[in-house]
């Protein structure tokens, strides 16, 4: 597993190279405001063209799942490029390689954003909150890593499976809650391990809330909806929750 790591990061690293020099070029941000415009106008669209509906439990959770799959990928950086975002963050500054600026005002080309070492940056920049993430051993890393490789599947079928009638209300119920449970759970011990281990005494209350509540909190509220259209879908037996 080292072996395939080391070799993944390598090719990661030359391809992200050879695309510096040229391509589109746009602040991280834009190129985030176009993935979900994609992704949540591209589902509420053709939810429209196959039920003629805009359900508002569909659009809601089309948007959480569209920034939980991306997100899914950032957790896979994770895992490839700790090495990378432990010297970023406890290395000394001058010698640790650290990217400079803000990630998401940095100028990137669509093969930068296919790479790994760009979405490493997220947790390089909020390890500034919570230090586990350059941390290997820790539960912040774990459960994030976890969730990138275990539900990024589930999300892509459940997404689809909102719209298009692959599978009974049932299964498609039964599905989204399996995933919904999941991060609702896990989200809470993550802010039991935050709070218990006082990590919010190292920042400003209010920075705290922006950066480590304001990030997390969508795992909260997000799956509790999810929670009740499922359950409405294996009850109801039918998709009218989201159907109508």
């Known amino acids: 597993m080292a072996e395939i790591s080391e070799t993944n990061l390598n090719a990661t690293s030359d391809a992200e190279s050879s695309t510096r020099s040229g391509g589109l ?92 070492r760009l979405w490493a940056r997220v947790w390089s920049e909020y390890a500034r909150y919570d230090p586990s993430y350059a941390d290997r051993k820790s539960f912040g890393f774990a459960i994030d890593v976890g969730n990138g490789f275990s539900t990024i599947v589930p999300s892509l079928l459940f997404y689809v499976a909102m719209t298009v009638p692959l599978f009974s209300p049932l299964v498609v119920g039964l599905l989204g809650l399996l995933i919904f449970y999941q991060k609702f759970y896990c989200t809470c011990l993550y802010f039991f391990t935050y709070i218990f281990n006082r990590r919010h005494h190292l920042h400003p209350l209010r920075a705290v809330l922006a950066v480590v509540g304001g990030s997390n909190g969508i795992w909260l509220i997000f799956p509790a909806i999810g929670f009740y259209v499922c359950l409405r879908l294996i009850f109801d037996g039918n998709f009218d929750i989201i159907w109508r």
């Open 25 to 116: 070029r746009a602040p991280v941000w834009v190129w985030l405001v176009a993935w979900m415009w994609l992704w949540v106008g591209g589902s509420t669209t053709a939810h429209y063209y196959m039920h003629g509906v805009v359900n508002g439990w569909h659009i809601a959770l089309a948007i959480f799942l569209a920034i939980n799959i991306l997100i899914c990928t950032w957790e896979m950086s994770l895992y490839f490029r700790i090495d990378d975002i432990e010297q970023w963050v406890h290395g000394p500054r001058e010698s640790s390689g650290r990217p400079r600026g803000s990630l998401y005002t940095s100028r990137v080309t669509i093969g930068e954003l296919l790479g790994t």
